[in-house]
Nanobody, 127 residues
Framework: QVRLVESGGGLVQAGGSLRLSCAAS????????LGWFRQAPGKEREFLAA????????YYADSVKGRFTISRDNAKNTVYLQMTSLKPEDTAVHYC????????????????????WGQGTQVTVSS
């Protein structure tokens, strides 16, 4: 069965960087679009970034554009989220998600579009 496992979260000071990883198993990795979401206490789950099956197309939320970079290594069945210039408002549980997709240009960007989810990893940004 499909399994997504996030790692790389932790505590970082404002302005710092973190790199999140999400290892996938139980699926043909290149057949899936992948995304990152976050959810802070008392807030709804928020889309951050997504990437197509080939990695050719990416899409970012305005709140993280220019600061975060999503990438994937199909040889390692892993998707990454490189986060820089972190702000306290980035504090949240971060989730990776996957959905079957063969589109090279359309990247899903809503939680409803993604079928499989990881368990989450906490990112805390201190002031």
């Amino acid at each position: 069965q499909v399994r997504l496992v996030e790692s790389g979260g932790g505590l970082v000071q404002a302005g710092g960087s973190l790199r999140l990883s999400c290892a996938a198993s139980g699926l043909t990795f290149t057949s899936y679009a992948l995304g990152w979401f976050r959810q802070a206490p008392g807030k709804e789950r928020e889309f951050l970034a997504a990437i197509s099956w080939s990695g050719a197309s990416t899409y970012y939320a305005d709140s993280v554009k220019g600061r975060f970079t999503i990438s994937r290594d199909n040889a390692k069945n892993t998707v990454y989220l490189q986060m820089t210039s972190l702000k306290p408002e980035d504090t949240a549980v971060h989730y990776c998600a996957a959905v079957y997709s063969n589109s090279r240009t359309v990247v899903p960007s809503t939680s409803q579009a993604f079928r499989y989810w990881g368990q989450g990893t906490q990112v805390t940004v201190s002031s």
